[in-house]
């Protein structure tokens, strides 16, 4: 029953360097989402995906990337990081339903 | 641009007492709308609302959904120290994109 598993749980990045946030799901989800939550806020949509092969950008997309090559897989890539982008980021999966989250991580750009 | 406000931002109540929080939304090709609560970690579901005037009870939590005026109310009746959480209202398009409010922090004093 390992659900969504998303590693690492907490990174530090220097500005400029690049990372990925990898996101797994074992439960035949259609659709997958990233978000970034900072302190007192809800989740903001980064990218999500509804269905392997298709991608699109939600409310912050700058400075991310993703892909689904398969249905299982939603990685999350800091191209070059910055301070801006130090939040706790959750995946999450779903069908039409209630969401699935990640453990989250917790990212800290200096 | 898909909208979802939640109000109160923040509210603090004593044990026993009887809380409202709000969800409007604004949103494209409307799905459905859902409650989470969330405690220091990842939220975890509380509701799904999909159809106006049908009340889901769980415990001493219930919410309702109406589609006309674009809103919804999760209530907390009696409420305990344990209930100390921020809620979270998210809306579920067609398209598969999931939109979340900013959250009420609710805090219960002993």
């Known amino acids: 029953n390992a659900g969504v598993t998303q590693t690492p749980k907490f990174q530090v990045l220097k500005t400029g360097q690049s990372m990925t946030l990898q996101c797994a799901q074992d439960m035949n989800h259609e659709y997958m989402s990233w978000y970034r939550q900072d302190p007192g806020m809800g989740l903001r949509l980064i990218h999500y995906s509804v269905g392997a092969g298709i991608t699109d950008q939600g409310e912050v997309p700058n400075g991310y990337n993703v892909s689904r090559s398969t249905t299982e897989d939603f990685p999350l890539r800091l191209l070059s990081a910055a301070p801006s982008q130090t939040s706790v980021y959750f995946c999450?999966?779903?069908?039409?339903?209630?969401?699935?989250f990640g453990q989250g991580t917790r990212l800290t750009v200096v | 641009e898909d909208k979802v406000v939640q109000s109160p931002l923040s509210l603090v109540v004593h044990e026993g007492d009887t809380v409202t929080l709000n969800c409007s939304y604004e949103?494209?090709?409307?799905?459905?709308l859902l409650w989470y609560k969330q405690e220091k970690k990842a939220p975890t579901f509380l509701f799904m609302l999909?159809?106006?005037?049908i009340e889901k009870k769980s415990g001493r939590l219930s919410s309702i959904l109406d589609k006309k005026e674009l809103f919804s109310i999760l209530n907390i009746t009696a409420t305990q120290t344990g209930d100390s959480a921020v809620y979270l209202c998210?809306?579920?398009?067609?398209?598969?994109?999931?939109?979340f409010g900013d959250g009420t922090t609710l805090t219960v004093k002993p």
């Open positions: 999909t159809s106006s005037g």
């Open positions: 999450a999966s779903s069908n039409t339903g209630e969401a699935f």
């Open positions: 998210a809306v579920n398009t067609n398209a598969g994109k999931s939109t």
């Open positions: 949103v494209t090709n409307f799905r459905s």
